[in-house]
C-alpha cells in the first residue's frame, strides 16, 4: 500500500517524542486514520487503537477508561515504551481537559506513554489544543495530495489531477464521473460544513456562509473585494462577517483568501482577498459541466490550470515554507508573490487565458524581487511546475 511522504517524518516525530503529545490534524479524507495505521504495522513499538466513532459524546469516562486500559497493558507487559492513539477525539465533549488531566497525571508518575491523537475537525482540534493543551502538543500537519502523490497512488496524469484533484478516497471513482461528484459534495463539502463549522462555532447566516462558499469555487483565482462579494450573494451582511467566514472555511481545507503584497505589513489584513479552492476538485464537482467540457473550454481550463497552481503554492505555505501573496496596483497584476527570510519572488501564470507581461515587469521594477517565474509556454510548463516543491524557487 502506498505510503506518503510525510509517513518517514511521522515515524521519527513519534519514535524521538517523549515531551509532546502529537497531534496529526488536516482536512478530510486526506488519508489521516489510514497513514496511523500504516505508522502501527510499521512500529515495533505495542499499541493501543481506539476510535471515538459511534461513542456517546457525553461519555466523558471514555476517555479515561480507554487511557487505564493502555496503562494496564503497558504495566501487565513490562513496557518501557507503549503507543496510544485516540482517533476522532473531537467527537468526546470536554476532551481537551480530560486527556490534559490523564497526560499531567502520566507526566508526574514518570509513565511514558506516547499519545498521538487524530480528528477529522481541524477547527474543533484547533480551539481545544489552544484553550487546554497549550505547551503539551505538536502539531503534524496533513494537507491535499500533491500531483506526484497521487500519481504515484493511483496513477494520475496532469490534466486528471486538474480535473478531479487531490482526494485519494475518490480516485477509484473518477471514471463514473456522477458518483464521483456526488461523493466530493456529499462526504466533504457538506460534511466539512455541516460537521466541521457549524458545530464548532456560531453561524448566524448559514446560508451565506455555503454561498461564500460556491462563489469562490466559481471565481477562484480571481480578486474580488468584500463589498463586490455581498452584492454578488445579494446579502446585507457586513464585511467583517464575511472575512470571518472566510478565515473558518480556509481552516476546514475548503477556501483560502490569499492577501496582497505589501511592503507595509499593517496593510495586508485590510486587502481584498485573492480566490483561492485548496483543492480543485472542489470547483469541478459543484458545477454541472462534464470534465470534456471542463477540458474543452479554454477559458474555464485556463482558470482551473491557474487554480491547481495556485492550490499547490498553498498548501505548500500553509506548511510554513513561506508566505503566499498576489500583487495588484491599478491594472497591473502579478498572480503569485512568495515570501522567505525576506526574500520573495513573483510568479505570473498563462495557461487557457491570454494575459501580457505588464504586472511581472512592473513589480520587477518597482520591489525588485530575488527572482521572477513565468508559468506556462513561455516559462516553465505547467505540468512541469506542479511535480516541483516551490521552496526550491528560491
Known amino acids: 500500500m502506498y505510503k506518503r511522504p510525510v509517513f518517514q517524518s511521522v515515524k521519527k516525530r513519534i519514535l524521538e517524542s517523549r515531551k509532546f503529545i502529537q497531534v496529526i490534524s488536516g482536512p478530510r479524507q486526506v488519508g489521516k486514520t489510514t497513514l496511523i495505521k500504516q505508522l502501527l504495522d510499521d512500529l515495533e513499538i505495542p499499541s493501543f487503537y481506539i476510535t471515538a466513532d459511534n461513542i456517546d459524546p457525553n461519555n466523558n469516562s471514555w476517555i479515561e477508561v480507554q487511557w487505564e486500559t493502555a496503562r494496564l497493558q503497558k504495566k501487565k507487559k513490562g513496557l518501557n515504551d507503549f503507543l496510544f492513539v485516540i482517533d476522532e477525539v473531537q467527537k468526546i465533549d470536554n476532551w481537551s481537559e480530560v486527556i490534559k488531566a490523564q497526560w499531567d497525571k502520566d507526566t508526574f508518575d514518570n509513565k511514558n506513554i506516547k499519545l498521538i491523537l487524530l480528528g477529522s475537525s481541524q477547527l474543533m482540534l484547533q480551539k481545544a489544543l489552544s484553550e487546554s493543551l497549550a505547551g503539551r502538543f505538536e502539531i503534524i500537519s496533513m494537507l491535499h495530495w500533491t500531483f506526484n502523490e497521487m500519481n504515484e497512488a493511483f496513477g494520475f496524469n496532469e490534466e486528471q489531477y486538474v480535473l ?16 464521483w461528484k456526488n461523493y466530493i459534495r456529499d462526504s466533504l463539502i457538506e460534511t466539512t460544513i455541516s460537521k466541521d463549522i457549524f458545530q464548532i462555532t456560531r453561524i448566524d447566516k ?6 461564500l462558499f460556491e462563489l469562490g469555487c466559481f471565481y477562484s483565482g480571481q480578486i474580488l473585494s468584500y463589498n463586490k462579494i455581498l452584492g454578488q450573494l445579494q446579502d446585507k451582511g457586513n464585511t467583517t462577517t464575511l472575512s470571518h467566514y472566510l478565515h473558518l472555511l480556509d481552516n476546514a481545507g475548503l477556501l483560502s483568501g490569499i ?13 481584498s482577498p485573492k480566490l483561492m479552492v485548496q483543492n480543485t476538485a472542489l470547483m469541478t464537482a459543484i458545477d454541472d459541466k462534464s470534465m470534456e467540457q471542463n477540458r474543452q473550454q479554454t477559458e474555464r481550463w485556463g482558470r482551473l490550470v491557474e487554480s491547481a497552481v495556485g492550490s499547490h503554492l498553498l498548501n505548500f505555505s500553509k506548511q510554513g515554507y513561506y508566505k503566499l501573496y498576489y500583487w495588484r496596483d491599478s491594472r497591473n497584476e502579478v498572480d503569485f508573490i512568495l515570501e522567505k527570510q525576506d526574500k520573495f519572488i513573483a510568479l505570473e501564470v498563462k495557461s487557457g487565458i491570454s494575459k501580457k507581461m505588464t504586472g511581472l515587469n512592473t513589480f520587477k521594477k518597482r520591489f525588485d524581487p530575488h527572482k521572477i517565474y513565468l508559468i506556462g509556454k513561455a516559462g516553465i510548463p505547467w505540468e512541469d511546475f506542479i511535480k516541483i516543491n516551490p521552496v526550491e524557487l528560491f
Open 164 to 179: 478531479f484533484g487531490g482526494y485519494p478516497g475518490s480516485a477509484d471513482l473518477i471514471n463514473d464521473e456522477e458518483r
Open 206 to 211: 448559514p446560508a451565506l456562509l455555503k454561498r
Open 259 to 271: 492577501e496582497k503584497f505589501y511592503v507595509e505589513k499593517v496593510r495586508q489584513k485590510a486587502s
